[in-house]
């Protein structure tokens, strides 16, 4: 043991009886050369003496440490809660550690300097989880800043923007809006309003987008004046409620460019009497698991983030060279906040 007592490669490999290097290959990853029942016996050994890898001894000898460095724009928020939790279960599959910085791409400074933090721990990979355009204030300086990770080695993911250099995953949100908008036409609303989310970039405008071109495919014209913008959160949606209660007729749907919107608008809409599903329907936008359990269950787009985590991952892991772009779909689920208007055609 080490002086500090902490177990090293080398008790474990002289209590498994192999080389120093046949442990270190078994435990940093790089097993080709190895037998699985050597590789049964390091493991087993290295687990019974409590054996933790030195990742920053991991990241001199290999150059890069088992670590994933994810950045993201808040903690907690709505849209990147889940891609964050695809990233999480992603990592854990694939023995990998996360660590999380949060940067918001505006503040160059401490975003630039978070990233460097984070090349500073070698990861194999980094991930950067977006709603804007890559052409967005501080884009460019993040895109900078995230090649000097590529020179230096490390593979970097982009996910929900598209344009930059790096691999990246998207979901058509616009393509997702415009199935809704039309599924909901379907099954007989014509009055629609829509609530677009500051804060939420490039994915509020092409949801709100997608939302309009799928009623007009439908033949429903949204006019400017029946979009509003506010806050992307639930107090965003809250507020957005009140602007809703003053118009006149009151529109039949409301679809919210996100799920915590669509549920702030909903209470204060229930405040003044309304009923959800009778008085009015509601619509959001990303599918979390709670909206199941609130009365109604909320009409919603099922987004894939989970599959979009894995796909950075494999895509990480590619020796093809970067800037490919995977684009995943979304799609509506109609629950009973947007209940049937008029009989299905058989």
Same mark, same amino acid.
């Given at each position: /043991?080490?002086?500090?007592? %902490?177990v090293?490669? @080398?008790?474990v490999?002289?209590? %498994?009886?192999?080389?120093v290097?046949?442990a270190?290959r078994?435990?940093n990853?790089?097993?080709?050369?190895?037998?699985?029942?050597t590789? %049964?016996?390091?493991?087993?050994?290295? #687990?019974?003496?409590?054996?933790?890898?030195?990742?920053?001894?991991?990241?001199?000898?290999?150059?890069?440490?088992r670590?994933? !460095?994810?950045?993201?724009?808040?903690?907690?928020?709505?849209?990147?809660?889940?891609?964050?939790?695809?990233?999480?279960?992603?990592?854990a599959k694939?023995?990998?550690?996360?660590?999380?910085?949060?940067?918001? #791409?505006?503040? $160059?400074?401490?975003?630039?300097?978070?990233?460097?933090?984070?090349?500073?721990?070698?990861?194999?990979?980094?991930?950067?989880?977006? #709603?804007?355009?890559?052409?967005?204030?501080?884009?460019?300086?993040?895109?900078?800043?995230?090649?000097?990770?590529?020179?230096?080695?490390?593979?970097?993911? *982009?996910?929900?923007?598209?344009?930059?250099?790096?691999?990246?995953?998207?979901?058509?949100?616009?393509?997702?809006?415009?199935?809704?908008?039309?599924?909901?036409?379907?099954?007989?609303?014509? #009055?629609? /309003?829509? *609530?677009?989310?500051?804060?939420?970039?490039? $994915?509020?405008? @092409?949801?709100?987008?997608?939302?309009?071109?799928?009623?007009?495919?439908?033949?429903?014209?949204?006019?400017?004046?029946?979009?509003?913008?506010?806050?992307?959160?639930?107090?965003?949606?809250?507020?957005? %409620?009140?602007?809703?209660?003053?118009?006149?007729?009151?529109?039949?749907?409301?679809?919210?460019?996100?799920?915590?919107?669509?549920?702030?608008?909903?209470?204060?809409?229930?405040?003044?009497?309304?009923?959800?599903?009778?008085?009015?329907?509601?619509? !959001?936008?990303?599918?979390?698991?709670?909206?199941?359990?609130?009365?109604?269950?909320?009409t919603?787009?099922?987004l894939?983030?989970l @599959?979009?985590?894995?796909?950075?991952?494999?895509?990480?892991?590619?020796?093809?060279?970067?800037?490919?772009?995977?684009?995943?779909?979304?799609?509506?689920?109609?629950?009973?906040?947007?209940?049937?208007?008029?009989?299905?055609?058989?």
């Amino acid at each position: /043991m080490s002086e500090n007592g %902490a177990v090293t490669l @080398e008790d474990v490999a002289r209590e %498994a009886g192999v080389s120093v290097s046949t442990a270190s290959r078994t435990l940093n990853g790089r097993t080709g050369r190895v037998s699985e029942t050597t590789q %049964a016996r390091v493991r087993a050994v290295a #687990t019974r003496m409590g054996y933790a890898t030195n990742l920053a001894a991991q990241a001199v000898a290999l150059g890069r440490s088992r670590a994933v !460095g994810l950045i993201v724009g808040d903690i907690p928020d709505d849209y990147q809660n889940p891609v964050m939790t695809g990233v999480f279960h992603a990592a854990a599959k694939r023995g990998m550690l996360v660590t999380t910085a949060v940067a918001k #791409t505006a503040a $160059i400074t401490a975003t630039s300097n978070a990233i460097r933090l984070l090349r500073g721990q070698r990861p194999s990979v980094i991930i950067y989880v977006g #709603t804007e355009s890559s052409d967005s204030e501080g884009m460019p300086e993040l895109t900078a800043e995230l090649q000097h990770a590529e020179d230096e080695g490390c593979r970097v993911v *982009v996910i929900g923007v598209s344009g930059t250099p790096f691999d990246s995953v998207v979901v058509d949100d616009r393509r997702a809006a415009g199935e809704l908008a039309k599924a909901l036409v379907g099954i007989g609303y014509t #009055t629609p /309003m829509i *609530v677009g989310g500051i804060g939420l970039g490039n $994915i509020s405008r @092409e949801r709100t987008a997608g939302f309009i071109e799928g009623c007009a495919t439908s033949g429903i014209t949204v006019p400017p004046d029946r979009v509003l913008q506010q806050a992307s959160s639930h107090d965003g949606g809250y507020r957005a %409620a009140g602007e809703v209660l003053r118009r006149r007729p009151l529109p039949d749907v409301v679809f919210c460019v996100n799920d915590s919107m669509a549920i702030g608008l909903s209470v204060r809409l229930r405040e003044q009497g309304l009923v959800i599903g009778r008085d009015i329907a509601v619509a !959001g936008c990303d599918d979390m698991p709670a909206l199941r359990d609130i009365d109604p269950p909320l009409t919603t787009i099922n987004l894939p983030w989970l @599959e979009a985590a894995e796909k950075a991952f494999e895509m990480a892991r590619s020796a093809d060279a970067p800037g490919r772009a995977v684009v995943l779909n979304g799609y509506p689920v109609l629950r009973t906040s947007t209940p049937l208007l008029v009989p299905q055609q058989v």
